[in-house]
């Protein structure tokens, strides 16, 4: 009876792809019940990380990270302010073992053409993160008076203090920052 042969075949091919599908489904829930939870493997974004291995596993959310770091009246992070509560403690080089430089607490005053109030130039928060020849003297001569200033360059032409603010530093649409000292 060649019919009947023919429906036992399929029976028995379909029972076969039936184990075969029960089998792998049975692997992948081994496999899925020997991992660790998931809070371990990744991170929490709500969590800041906890230090130490493994390194990659660091939270890139700006709202968890920054979340307690003092902010300016602009509401940009505060890194001057940061520092100075012991909020952020960044290594003095990127160099393993060279020794940090103390920083230079030295303010230079740089009087306004104009109504705007002065600025006060302090050497304490750059050289907390910068080299005395970073600026000098490329960028400033070291003596006071000696440097042409104007808001335009600075703004418009990136040059002198906007070199790195409204770049690397705090942005200069934040004027009292460095406009600090009241004509008298
Ligand atoms: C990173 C520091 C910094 C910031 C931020 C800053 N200024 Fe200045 N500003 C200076 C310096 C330095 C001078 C040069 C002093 C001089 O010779 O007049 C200056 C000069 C000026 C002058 C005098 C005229 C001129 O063109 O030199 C005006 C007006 C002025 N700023 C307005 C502003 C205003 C408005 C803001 C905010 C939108 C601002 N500044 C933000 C550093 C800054
Ligand atoms: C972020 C830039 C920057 C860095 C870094 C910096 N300075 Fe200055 N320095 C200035 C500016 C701006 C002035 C003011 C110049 C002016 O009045 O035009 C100045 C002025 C000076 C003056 C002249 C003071 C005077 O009364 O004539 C000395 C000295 C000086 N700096 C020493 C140092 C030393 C030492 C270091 C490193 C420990 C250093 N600076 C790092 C920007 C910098
Ligand atoms: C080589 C880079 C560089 C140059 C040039 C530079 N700054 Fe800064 N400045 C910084 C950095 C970095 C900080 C600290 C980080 C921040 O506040 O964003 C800073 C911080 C400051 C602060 C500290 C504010 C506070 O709250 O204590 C003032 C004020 C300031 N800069 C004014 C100036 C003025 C005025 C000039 C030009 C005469 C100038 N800076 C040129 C990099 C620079």
């Not at 230079?108 to 002065?118: A, L, N």
Request: glycine share 6%.
């Amino acid at each position: 009876m060649k019919k009947q042969r023919y429906v036992w075949g399929l029976g028995w091919s379909s029972l076969i792809v039936l184990f075969l599908f029960l089998a792998l489904y049975a692997c992948v829930k081994v496999q899925k019940s020997a991992m660790p939870p998931a809070t371990t493997e990744y991170e929490d974004p709500t969590q800041i990380p906890q230090p130490g291995p493994p390194y990659a596993r660091a939270n890139r959310d700006p709202e968890v990270v920054l979340h307690d770091l003092p902010r300016d009246s602009k509401g940009a992070v505060d890194w001057v302010k940061a520092f100075k509560e012991n909020k952020i403690k960044p290594t003095g080089s990127i160099e393993p073992g060279k020794p940090d430089i103390d920083p230079f607490d030295f303010n230079v005053e740089i009087k306004t053409i104009g109504e705007m109030p002065d600025v006060v130039f302090p050497h304490y928060p750059h050289t907390y993160w910068l080299f005395c020849n970073n600026c000098h003297p490329r960028i400033f001569i070291m003596k006071k008076g000696a440097n042409p200033y104007s808001m335009i360059s600075i703004s418009e032409g990136g040059e002198s203090c906007g070199r790195c603010h409204g770049r690397v530093a705090f942005s200069l649409s934040n004027c009292s920052r460095c406009h600090v000292k009241p004509k008298e």
